[in-house]
């Protein structure tokens, strides 16, 4: 499974998911933020399900009909909870997420919504 975290993940998640095995890409590491749309779409051209705190994502492809391979959105964990919490939800949640799903994930639930292509 190939994952890109936004910037705002924690760099210990690339560590972590990478140390895991998988092929993770992190836009912390880039030059500079080409914006949220960009990196959507760089996602979606390299097959990569993306991992992002920030809600604008979900409005993308929900509301602009934005191509994805599949969203985590991660709300309220701290760095030290998100490498643990990521690694769970790809784990728990491999079939969804390869159908394309978005799933936002909080400390009290875990809501998915499944692609529209499904």
Not at 44 to 60: S, V
Not at 90 to 96: F, V
Not at 98 to 110: E, N
């Amino acid at each position: 499974m190939k994952i890109l975290l936004d910037s705002c993940v924690a760099g210990t998640v690339f560590q972590q998911l990478s140390a895991a095995g998988y092929d993770v890409e992190w836009a912390g590491n880039w030059s500079d933020d080409p914006g949220d749309e960009a990196i959507l779409a760089y996602a979606y051209q390299e097959q990569r399900i993306l991992f992002t705190l920030d809600k604008d994502f979900g409005a993308l492809a929900i509301l602009q009909g934005k191509p994805h391979t599949g969203i985590v959105r991660l709300v309220n964990f701290s760095s030290r909870q998100q490498p643990v919490v990521a690694q769970q939800i790809l784990e728990q949640h491999h079939a969804a997420l390869t159908a394309g799903s978005i799933i936002t994930v909080d400390p009290k639930r875990i809501r998915i919504r499944a692609s529209d292509a499904t």
